[in-house]
T-cell receptor, first 115, second 113 residues
Framework: GAVVSQHPSWVICKSGTSVKIECRSL??????MFWYRQFPKQSLMLMAT?????????EQGVEKDKFLINHASLTLSTLTVTSAHPEDSSFYIC???????????FGSGTRLTVV | GQQLNQSPQSMFIQEGEDVSMNCTSS?????WLWYKQDPGEGPVLLIA?????ELTSNGRLTAQFGITRKDSFLNISASIPSDVGIYFC?????????????FGQGTTLQVKP
């Protein structure tokens, strides 16, 4: 079945530093990947849509210069949280799309804690 | 943007009982999806619905795509302790294959053995 690997599963960083999160589709090619953020006891909020070889499309209110997304290949998308602050602490989840039949497969998420 | 209203927000039931939850939207979706999320994990797809009126089952789970395309429900029969988790509905925007998903607020299910 379709597997999406997300790494790291958790990370603690100091305020002001940058953190990179990787999302890989292991057994399929994903032309489109999505990045979500989820605060405790809340739903998933879409941050951006990432298409291979082109610039990401960000949702309203999401700072593109703070959340850098790179989709350099059909199996890898990365999200970099730049100059992280405590309010960026959250659960970040990626999703890869594999066509109409297989749909969307989610990674296992990354717990980011900024101290 | 579009929003999904999911209810109930939480449920605490006895093992063996049936569960029902639903989602409604002010706008039309072409696809409805139901996911389950365990703590600290990403959502896992339970059922996907692609046609208005479609009724689909997956083991003890049954979901339906409303005729108006603005609602969907998920039923779980004979609940067991491992059904515990957060259930999300999601609607897919747009007519293409890769439209973005809009998620409901989630239903937290707790099952008492």
């Amino acid at each position: 079945g379709a597997v999406v690997s997300q790494h790291p599963s958790w990370v603690i960083c100091k305020s002001g530093t940058s953190v990179k999160i990787e999302c890989r589709s292991l057994d399929f090619q994903a032309t489109t990947m999505f990045w979500y953020r989820q605060f405790p006891k809340q739903s998933l909020m879409l941050m951006a849509t990432s298409n291979e070889g082109s610039k990401a499309t960000y949702e309203q209110g999401v700072e593109k210069d703070k959340f850098l997304i790179n989709h350099a290949s059909l199996t890898l998308s990365t999200l970099t949280v730049t100059s992280a602050h405590p309010e960026d602490s959250s659960f970040y989840i990626c999703s890869a799309h594999r066509g109409l039949i297989y749909g969307y497969t989610f990674g296992s998420g990354t717990r980011l804690t900024v101290v | 943007g579009q929003q999904l209203n999911q209810s109930p927000q939480s449920m605490f039931i006895q093992e063996g009982e049936d569960v029902s939850m639903n989602c409604t939207s002010s706008s039309i979706f072409n696809t409805w999806l139901w996911y389950k999320q365990d703590p600290g994990e990403g959502p896992v797809l339970l059922i996907a619905l692609y046609k208005a009126g479609e009724l689909t089952s997956n083991g003890r789970l049954t979901a339906q795509f409303g005729i108006t395309r603005k609602d969907s429900f998920l039923n779980i029969s004979a609940s067991i302790p491992s059904d515990v988790g957060i259930y999300f509905c999601a609607g897919r925007e747009g007519s293409g294959n890769t439209g973005k998903l809009i998620f409901g607020q989630g239903t937290t299910l707790q099952v008492k053995p």
